[in-house]
């Protein structure tokens, strides 16, 4: 971002808004040529505009690096911005918008080493991926008249400007509520005006436990009915995801200030349209600098903020004056299941972290030019990316995010935000799959049983009955057609938390093919009754068909029951092999893989591997001096014996059948044979004539892991 402004604009003692960078308003704002330079060469944008200083506290002649506000009149040329500032889901007109920068933690006003630049934007960026509107904003190098000035963060504005954008209607039906510190940290209504909010106030004050009280703001009939009569005043679910994300980022400034005592609301918007299609207050982050220092930090409340009258009344407050409600913890705790349980949840530490790194990886070498302008603005030597920014980094990846969700957890449970049920557990959380995918639902709790839904309905009902048309769980559900489902586990009269997902069900462009690998007691390779499954082994794809598992080559574990499956390969042929587990010996398939070929739509099943543990079979040759079938005491073992398995039962040992030599004792064995049955031979040798057994050989029946020992042959000398 350029900046092209005569040096008195900013400078000078009398009328530069720099030099005079605590005063604010429109006589403050002065003309300036603003220019986007996109470093891919993509198209940025050059518009001549105003500008002031933007920030609170910051404003203090000792900061020498301000924020600006940037304002679009046609009085310095187009009246708006026509340019997707924000991306291509953003708004893509502006009247104004913000370039901040990094005051607390900062390295240009205050000289912290806990500067991040990234604590507020994490925060916008939080409150979005729950699918909640928020402030929008990237990451800029500033120039200023061609002087570098350091690293900015565009930010929207949530004004009623931005609200028609994003909610539709005109400007002027909006209020819009934010705190001014210049009215002693009280709300105003810098859009529209305070009359719904003191009705809202004065609701929560007078306490929202009962549900005609919880409905009302909802502008509902006690039964949850839309009333129209009422106003809508509040969207639950909007405050709900604003507060838990306030709550898990420890956000000491907002919504209630911990710095005034926690007696005054800071740092929020509140956005209502005012009109018969409000869907009531939505609330917004704003300058959530305050935040990821403390992992045990508890911002959850209660803090006194609020109760005082509607100018201190604040999105926390309300909040806990909706924990009173049994209705609302149920759906708080809902949303806690969402994002801080489900895998994938925007609060879990892996999203966090990937949500994390996603800007710290857009900053990185971005920091080290603002080092070079301010880092030695407050201390030398001067603070550093590879010294006091990576360490803080670090501390937030290795330490803060591991730790926060349980920690959080445990906050809100204490609070009365949780389930006496676990929700159910989907086999995928949603997204595309193809038509006839097997969506399964488990029941973690070994209680109850698991109810339905697939118009987006709730399976319970608002007071706790069951919802007309929920569907018991019985068994894998087949999909066929796009839909959300809803599940919960009821036990008697208990509801579980809630687990939803939605499928975009597509026409298959994939096949499958699937089976089970199972332990073969009898060594005959079929599956008979009562040979269980084998559960932990892995089955892959041989894709360079060398017999071996290879790194990248796609493999899945078999389950509790030995089933394994390949889901979603594209057609063509396969090789499908098995890790012989340790100390074990396939018995099926007998060229040790499947052959399979993949058809579009075609789920192929009842590919078998059949294991037999190994067994042993062993015994002596002797020197049977007596002629009595026994060994007898002095009675010596007979070295260099072959011992053969007579696979052909034709009495000749056989090219390719296994044989052994006897050891200096006499003894023989056969350690790794499967399952079955053997004709267990010796190769007579002249000289000698056999004493036992007396057919010549012994029949060996063997079971799986088995051992048959003391098969001795007796030979005496002639």
């Given at each position: 971002m350029v900046k092209r402004e005569t040096p008195a604009t900013l400078f000078d003692d009398q009328t530069g808004?720099?030099?005079?960078?605590?005063?604010?308003?429109?006589?403050?704002?002065?003309?300036?040529?603003?220019?986007?330079?996109?470093?891919?060469?993509?198209?940025?944008?050059?518009?001549d505009a105003g500008v002031r200083i933007r920030g609170g506290f910051s404003r203090g002649s000792n900061n020498p690096k301000h924020g600006f506000r940037l304002f679009f009149r046609s009085e310095y040329g187009d009246k708006q911005l026509d340019y997707p500032m924000?991306?291509?889901?953003?708004?893509k007109t502006f009247d104004s918008f913000d370039l901040r920068t990094f005051q607390n933690y900062s390295w240009s006003f205050q000289g912290d080493p806990r500067g991040i630049f990234l604590r507020d934007q994490f925060s916008r960026d939080t409150q979005l991926a729950m699918g909640q509107p928020t402030e929008r904003g990237d990451f800029y190098h500033l120039y200023i008249n061609g002087q570098y000035w350091g690293l900015y963060n565009s930010d929207e504005r949530p004004e009623a400007n931005y609200a028609a954008d994003y909610f539709g209607g005109k400007p002027e039906d909006y209020d819009v509520i934010k705190v001014d510190p210049d009215l002693g940290y009280n709300v105003e209504a810098t859009d529209g005006n305070l009359d719904a909010w003191t009705q809202l106030w004065n609701a929560a004050k007078a306490g929202l436990g009962s549900e005609a009280a919880y409905q009302k703001i909802q502008g509902n009939n006690p039964n949850g009915t839309r009333n129209p009569n009422y106003k809508v005043l509040l969207d639950v679910d909007n405050l709900i995801d604003y507060e838990l994300t306030a709550i898990y980022t420890g956000n000491l400034d907002g919504p209630v200030s911990w710095f005034l005592g926690n007696q005054s609301p800071n740092n929020f918007f509140a956005v209502r349209d005012r009109t018969s299609k409000s869907t009531g207050f939505k609330f917004m982050l704003h300058d959530s600098e305050h935040t990821l220092l403390d992992v045990n930090e508890d911002r959850s409340g209660p803090f006194p903020a609020g109760e005082q009258s509607p100018g201190k009344f604040n999105p926390q407050y309300l909040w806990q004056q909706l924990l009173a409600n049994t209705n609302f913890r149920l759906r708080a705790a809902d949303h806690v299941q969402k994002f801080l349980v489900d895998s994938?949840?925007?609060?879990?530490?892996?999203?966090?972290?990937?949500?994390?790194?996603?800007?710290?990886?857009?900053?990185?070498?971005?920091?080290?030019?603002?080092?070079?302008?301010?880092?030695?603005?407050?201390?030398?030597?001067?603070?550093?990316?590879?010294?006091?920014?990576?360490?803080?980094i670090n501390r937030i990846l290795n330490e803060y995010i591991p730790q926060r969700t349980a920690i959080v957890l445990q906050q809100l449970r204490d609070d009365g935000v949780k389930n006496e049920l676990d929700a159910?557990?989907?086999?995928?959380?949603?997204?595309?799959?193809?038509?006839?995918?097997?969506?399964?639902?488990?029941?973690?709790?070994?209680?109850?049983?698991?109810?339905?839904?697939?118009?987006?309905?709730?399976?319970?009902?608002?007071?706790?009955?069951?919802?007309?048309?929920?569907?018991?769980?019985?068994?894998?559900?087949?999909?066929?057609?796009?839909?959300?489902?809803?599940?919960?586990?009821?036990?008697?009269?208990?509801?579980?938390?809630?687990?939803?997902?939605?499928?975009?069900?597509?026409?298959?462009?994939?096949?499958?093919?699937?089976?089970?690998?199972?332990?073969d007691t009898d060594g005959d390779g079929s599956k008979d009754t009562g040979e269980v499954g084998f559960v932990g082994v892995r089955v892959y794809i041989d894709a360079n068909k060398n017999g071996i598992f290879d790194s990248g080559e796609k493999s899945v574990t078999t389950d509790s029951g030995g089933n394994w499956k390949f889901s979603g390969l594209l057609p063509g042929s396969y090789r499908i092999r098995e890790v012989v587990p340790a100390s074990w010996r396939q018995s099926a398939p007998s060229s040790g893989y499947h052959s399979v070929t993949i058809q579009v739509g075609v789920n192929q099943t009842g590919k078998y591997f059949g294991n037999t543990q190994r067994s042993v079979i062993s015994g002596t040759v002797w020197n049977d001096a007596n002629v009595n079938a026994i060994i007898d005491s002095g009675e010596a073992g007979l070295s260099g014996w072959r011992v053969w398995i007579d696979a052909d039962r034709d009495g000749v040992l056989d090219s390719g059948e296994k044989s052994v030599l006897t050891n200096s004792l006499g003894n023989w064995s056969f350690s790794d044979v499967v399952a079955g049955t053997y004709q267990i031979r010796v190769v007579q040798q002249a000289g000698w004539a056999r004493t036992t057994p007396p057919v010549g050989y012994y029949t060996v029946t063997i079971a799986s892991g088995e051992a048959a020992t003391n098969r001795r042959f007796g030979q005496r000398r002639l």
């Open positions: 808004i720099y030099a005079n960078s605590i005063q604010d308003g429109r006589e403050w704002e002065r003309p300036a040529s603003i220019e986007l330079i996109k470093p891919d060469g993509t198209k940025g944008f050059q518009i924000f991306g291509p889901t953003g708004a994938g949840g925007a609060l879990t530490p892996s999203a966090v972290r990937a949500r994390f790194l996603k800007r710290k990886n857009e900053i990185d070498k971005a920091v080290i030019a603002e080092s070079a302008r301010w880092g030695d603005a407050k201390r030398e030597p001067a603070l550093t990316r590879d010294n006091e920014w990576i360490t803080e159910p557990r989907f086999n995928k959380s949603g997204g595309t799959v193809e038509k006839g995918f097997q969506l399964t639902m488990s029941n973690p709790n070994g209680r109850g049983s698991i109810y339905y839904t697939i118009d987006g309905s709730d399976p319970r009902l608002a007071g706790g009955a069951l919802n007309p048309t929920a569907i018991k769980y019985t068994g894998a559900i087949t999909l066929t057609t796009s839909r959300t489902y809803k599940a919960r586990v009821l036990f008697n009269t208990t509801w579980s938390g809630l687990t939803s997902a939605t499928f975009n069900v597509v026409p298959p462009t994939t096949g499958s093919v699937a089976g089970i690998v199972f332990k």
